[in-house]
């Protein structure tokens, strides 16, 4: 099991996917370069999503808040998350939870998972075979003190702000 962040989540125009960026948190054995998992969810999901990594309060439960309160009355808590398979471009995920010095494994699509534990601040992990069938290289940002280099990055920055998750499909 690899532990795992979110890097980014990329909400896409409806009705068309957004994507969840995954990232190890481990360093690369290559200098400069890490890999990422992307991950096409729905809207709702992203819009979920994003209120869990931002730790944002509505004023009304979510789903997501229900459930987490449901846990809690239960005496149990997200323990982990394991997204430990992908099939072409569908993702499977794990969610354990504890309760009382037991663990308790539910089937899960990693959205779901992820907005629970993030929302508990729980660990996020990935299996070794997963990360190393779906993901890409990433190239880490280092500061520039080259101008003409970073008017270049600018444009590239530029560029993929522009991208759309249909991009990708």
Do not use: W
């Amino acid at each position: 099991m690899v532990p795992i962040a979110v890097q980014k989540i990329i909400i896409g125009s409806a009705p068309g996917p957004s994507i969840l960026v995954l990232q190890p948190i481990e360093e690369s054995p290559v200098p400069g370069i890490s890999r990422i998992v992307p991950i096409m969810v729905g809207a709702a999901e992203a819009a979920q999503l994003h209120l869990a990594v931002t730790h944002t309060k509505v004023a009304r439960p979510t789903t997501h808040d229900l459930l987490l309160d449901a846990l809690t009355n239960l005496d149990a808590s997200v323990d982990h998350v394991l997204i430990d398979k992908v099939k072409g471009s569908l993702f499977f995920a794990k969610l354990t939870l504890s309760q009382h010095g037991r663990l308790i494994e539910l089937d899960a699509r990693p959205s779901d998972a992820l907005s629970l534990a993030l929302r508990e601040d729980a660990p996020l992990y990935i299996n070794e075979d997963v990360l190393e069938r779906a993901s890409y290289p990433y190239i880490v940002r280092k500061p520039i003190e080259d101008e003409s280099a970073e008017e270049e990055l600018e444009e590239f920055r530029s560029f993929l702000e522009d991208l759309d998750p249909k991009d990708f499909s």
